[in-house]
């Protein structure tokens, strides 16, 4: 009498009234959805905030896609495409945030298409997998990225250039570090992201300084707002501007990663909805200060598009502030990215646990083992592995690599889509609001988020230079269609005789 157990768990494990009238209320919405809770809740909004901060990645993020939007557009592309991305990425964040109120819960995207379409399993699972391996190539993609700035620096610094071997090896160990980290556990995720917010706003003021006091000439403002650049071949300068764009997409995804961390969060149901949105507003703000030091202080964008250096920013750091100056922002950029790397690992072990509780990943036992760090690190470890098997691929073509990487921002802005497409066609379709609710305003924002996340997926598998070859084709689609291939043989084969919807962990003995 006056129990809730977890039928599912073979150690049959209880929890009794007492223990019952102590849970919190963060707790007790979890009990609500079914779900026993697991992991102490350790994390604060500075913390949670920080985990959507890790893996938005601001100062990494630009710094690693800028060229993108400087050789498509130019400045006036990448100023008003910030702008006009971050807007409705907030968009994106208020629709996200009402769910992640109403369903503060481990596996987020997953779970909210899971509860809101009980009746349709493929879609959660479909969604859970794409999701999960969105985050693990992510993953890969951040350590790969801060190997090339260590490439960029002994470059700047000593005139070697590293062989793909040398850069997949430190991204192999980037890899194990990031594995370590997570497997730690809570509390120093927890740490490691709010020191990144501080680290974020400590850095912002050193690089735009830096750039401003030291850069030989500055431009004017007629060309950091006006000035159109085009080294793609296409013709049609609109066109050329768009694709600019995709280097804010790309930088500002990641916002959700909050959810992730939700059932280790106090007050998750406030405090994860309120790092969503807070993540992409600091973002917007953070960017475009960062965004405009760097325009005004560009000496030569041909000198950029024409580098050897691994990562083109390094180029522009030393032409506008000296070697000696370039290697520190390339320090200050590269532990910002190992951060938004371990991140990454985060969300992943975390969706792997969430899928695997739901029997919808196998070897649920081990995938739902936590350890002494409160840590699921058979989730946090296959990252790992997948992360240094994929690595492999750069040492025999970077064109290959490049095409599964550049399938992650794709499968993320399609993971993006199910939710929200939810939302616009069965409004209703949430039972219980939470804390944080849009109210009139929900529709509209679904809508919109909807069309624009629309607009994005088609922007991305476009080709970004004229005329193709087989060297500068985007290969994105390809690799997307391959990953949605083995999903779907994944849910004929096993998915769809496994997994059958959300599994209550926890529920009232009456």
């Known amino acids: 009498m006056g129990q809730l157990e977890s039928p599912s768990s073979s150690e049959g494990k209880v929890i009794t009234k007492e223990e019952a009238c102590n849970v919190t209320v963060s707790d007790q919405r979890l009990l609500d959805l079914g779900y026993r809770p697991e992991f102490r809740r350790e ?27 400087l050789f498509s557009g130019g400045p006036l592309g990448l100023f008003w495409g910030w702008n006009i991305c971050s807007l409705f990425m907030l968009l994106i964040a208020f629709s996200f945030a009402e769910i992640c109120s109403a369903y503060p819960t481990m596996g987020g995207l997953y779970f909210w298409v899971c509860k809101m379409k009980p009746d349709v399993p493929i879609l959660g699972f479909f969604t859970g997998w794409l999701y999960s391996m969105a985050m693990v190539f992510t993953g890969v993609s951040a350590n790969l990225s801060a190997a090339l700035y260590l490439s960029s620096m002994a470059e700047v610094g000593r005139g070697r250039s590293l062989t793909r071997l040398e850069i997949a090896a430190i991204a192999w160990a980037v890899n194990i570090f990031s594995g370590i980290i997570n497997t730690i556990g809570t509390k120093a995720i ?5 020191l990144f917010v501080w680290w974020t706003l400590g850095g912002t003021v050193c690089l735009v300084t830096t750039l401003l006091v ?15 650049q085009n080294f793609t071949g296409w013709q049609s300068q609109g066109f050329v501007v768009l694709l600019g764009f995709l280097q804010a997409v790309y930088t500002l995804e990641g916002c959700e990663t909050a959810a992730q961390v939700a059932e280790e969060a106090v007050r998750a149901e406030i ?6 949105v807070g993540s992409i507003a600091g973002s917007w703000l953070i960017g475009l200060a960062y965004l405009l030091a760097l325009l005004f202080a560009v000496q030569d964008i041909s000198s950029v598009q024409a580098t050897t250096f691994a990562i083109p920013i390094a180029q522009l750091f030393y032409d506008a502030v000296g070697p000696r100056l370039s290697q520190m922002c390339l320090v200050v950029i590269m532990v910002s990215q190992v951060m938004a790397a371990i991140t990454t690992f985060t969300a992943s072990s975390r969706l792997f646990y969430a899928l695997a509780r739901d029997n919808a990943f196998p070897l649920k036992k081990q995938f739902m083992t936590l350890n002494r760090f409160q840590a699921p690190y058979w989730g946090v470890w296959s990252s790992v592995l997948i992360g240094c098997i994929l690595s492999c691929a750069y040492i025999g073509s970077a064109i290959a690599f490049n095409a599964i990487l550049s399938s992650a921002a794709i499968s993320v802005m399609l993971s993006y889509m199910q939710p929200i497409i939810i939302r616009v066609f069965w409004p209703d379709s949430i039972e219980d609001f939470g804390p944080f609710r849009l109210g009139k305003w929900s529709w509209p924002v679904n809508l919109a988020s909807l069309l624009f996340t629309i607009f994005v997926c088609v922007l991305f598998i476009l080709p970004t230079a004229y005329p193709v070859n087989v060297f500068n084709m985007n290969y994105a689609i390809v690799a997307v269609g391959g990953l949605l291939v083995v999903i779907t043989i994944n849910w004929f084969w096993w998915g769809r005789h496994s997994f059958k919807g959300l599994v209550k962990t926890a529920m009232p003995r009456h």
Do not use: E, R
Not at 45 to 53: A, E, K, M, R, Y
């Open 43 to 69: 994390m604060s909004l500075f913390g949670v905030l920080g985990i959507s901060f890790c893996s938005i990645g601001i100062l990494n993020g630009m710094s690693s896609a800028l060229q993108t939007g």
């Open 190 to 194: 927890g740490h490691m992201s709010t």
């Open 214 to 228: 030291k850069a030989p000439k500055m431009n004017s403002v007629d060309f950091v707002f006006t000035n159109v």
């Open 271 to 276: 405090l994860a909805p309120l790092a969503v």
